[in-house]
């Protein structure tokens, strides 16, 4: 059975980036696409990034200048790069393959 883990959220400040990794385990992870999630405080889940399995990108439109999601088969690791970070991004992000969530990294971006 697929589980996924994510990880690196945390503190930074206005203007900083953060990386988070979306690690799966179990199942063909190359056979899936992965997408991160970002929830808001009182907010609910919205779309961030997707990557299908060949490798095809897509984004919010408001975070593709910013953001950049990119996939490690070898690793069985999708990866969400986040640049110029700003208040409004602060919440937990997940990612899912349309089947499985993982429970979320919390990021916190101070003013």
């Known amino acids: 059975q697929v589980q996924l883990v994510e990880s690196g959220g945390g503190l930074v400040q206005a203007g900083g980036s953060l990386r988070l990794s979306c690690a799966a385990t179990g199942g063909d992870f190359s056979r899936y696409g992965i997408t991160w999630y970002h929830q808001a405080p009182a907010t609910q889940r919205e779309f961030v990034a997707s990557i299908t399995r060949n490798g095809i990108t897509n984004y919010a439109d408001s975070l593709k200048d910013r953001f950049t999601i990119s996939r490690d088969n070898a690793k069985n690791t999708v990866y969400l790069q986040m640049n110029s970070l700003n208040p409004e991004d602060t919440g937990v992000y997940y990612c899912?393959?349309?089947?499985?969530w993982g429970r979320g990294t919390q990021v916190t971006v101070s003013s």
């Open positions: 899912n393959n349309a089947f499985v």
